[in-house]
């Protein structure tokens, strides 16, 4: 019994512990031209998706949920991010040559339609962020036709 003390007070040090590492926040008051709303013209029910679904792991502004600053969930989270705007960043999108913005806008299509995007584990927390069918029809078909005319 004494042995299990010891480890829950040393968890408890580490944990305490652990709450003083800073962590880099992905956030910025700048929207750059390069963001995506502001090299195209998104219509307002696609920015609202944009903003609440895709946005907080795509893009330079992430606007953090309460749990942020409890470590280890700002290192989850930072990771997460960190991953997702290697794969797409809404906010640098306008740097993007015309075949990689239509090479992005299809793949995001795709994922939208076969449900992997948003992810689930991001939709469990942000109740918000999950798209309904019509929704998704939408989104999927203005993201298909800019697809289209970018190329």
């Known amino acids: 019994m004494k042995f299990l003390k010891i480890i829950g ?16 926040r992905n956030t910025s008051d700048y929207i750059p031209q390069s963001d995506f709303t502001e090299v195209f013209e998104v219509p307002e029910n ?9 946005y907080d792991c795509h893009s330079n502004n992430t606007n953090y949920p309460w749990y942020n ?18 794969e797409l960043n809404f906010s640098e ?29 991001y939709t469990l927390v942000h109740w918000d962020a999950k798209l309904s069918a019509k929704e998704k029809e939408v989104f999927i078909a203005w993201m298909d036709s800019l697809a289209m005319e970018v190329r």
Request: charged fraction near 20%; include cysteine.
């Open 9 to 24: 007070l040393v968890l408890l040090v580490v944990f305490v512990g652990i709450q003083f590492i800073p962590a880099n």
């Open 46 to 54: 696609i920015n609202t998706i944009l903003q609440t679904s895709c």
């Open 69 to 86: 600053k409890i470590q280890p969930f700002t290192w989850y989270l930072n990771d997460h991010i960190e991953k997702g705007k290697e």
């Open 93 to 121: 999108f306008g740097e993007y040559s015309s075949r990689r913005q239509s090479s992005k806008l299809r793949s995001i299509s795709s994922q939208v339609e076969d449900g992997e995007m948003p992810l689930s584990s």
